[in-house]
């Protein structure tokens, strides 16, 4: 099956820095998001992006479908940014969504 | 209504009891999922149903582990001789056909 891996693992931040967290996956896919677990679990759709660059206010992602990754840019990042960063993906083999093991990141005010 | 709903929000039971999980997903969504997640893991996937029925089950661990959804829209999570191992937050997804997946909050699960 299809491989996710998710990079750094950890990430501490000073409020208002800059960060990119990457996801790498083995395989063709159909689709890729990217999610935000809060502190209390719940999990956040933060974009849909098989493919290309959307970006959401402080927030931007890009999808290299070619190449096999993704990136997740966070600018001027706050407090309230810390949590866990998911990437998943769906395998073109049946409907399965498969998940990184997240990036934990703390921003420290 | 407004998200995905799950009930309950905890659930503690003893080794080899049955347990079902409810989800209430988001009204209009075909597009059904379960996943569970262990602490410092991230979500791992259980089944997917397209409507009322299961068109992936390819996560599910072993027959102990059932699912429901009989009228496309509520779905029912079903554990039969629990074990401590099931002990996991339980989480439900919907979506539009091939669109952004909505999680709800979780089920806590705690088998003693």
């Known amino acids: 099956g299809i491989q996710v891996e998710q990079s750094p693992p950890d990430l501490i931040l000073q409020e208002g820095a800059n960060s990119t967290l990457r996801c790498n996956f083995s395989d063709s896919v159909n689709n890729l998001q990217w999610f935000h677990q809060n502190p209390w679990g719940q999990l956040i759709n933060l974009f849909y992006i098989p493919s290309g660059t959307k970006q959401n206010g402080r927030l931007s992602a890009t999808t290299v479908a070619t190449e096999r990754y993704s990136l997740l840019y966070i600018s001027s990042s706050q407090t309230t940014d810390s949590g866990v960063y998911f990437c998943a993906v769906e395998d073109t083999g049946g409907f399965k969504t498969i998940f990184g093991a997240g990036t934990r990141l703390f921003v420290k005010a | 209504g407004a998200g995905v709903s799950q009930t309950p929000s905890n659930k503690v039971t003893e080794k080899g009891k049955y347990v079902e999980l409810r989800c209430d997903p988001i009204s209009g969504h075909t597009a059904l999922y379960w996943y569970r997640q262990s602490l410092g893991q991230g979500p791992e996937f259980l089944i997917y149903?397209?409507?009322?029925?299961?068109?992936?089950d390819s996560g599910l661990p072993n027959d102990r582990f059932f699912a429901v959804r009989p009228e496309g829209s509520v779905s029912t999570l079903k554990i039969q001789r629990t074990e401590r191992g099931d002990s996991a937050v339980y989480l439900c997804a919907s979506s539009a056909l091939a669109e952004e997946q909505f999680f709800g909050p979780g089920t806590r699960l705690t088998v003693l």
């Open positions: 149903f397209q409507g009322t029925g299961a068109a992936d």
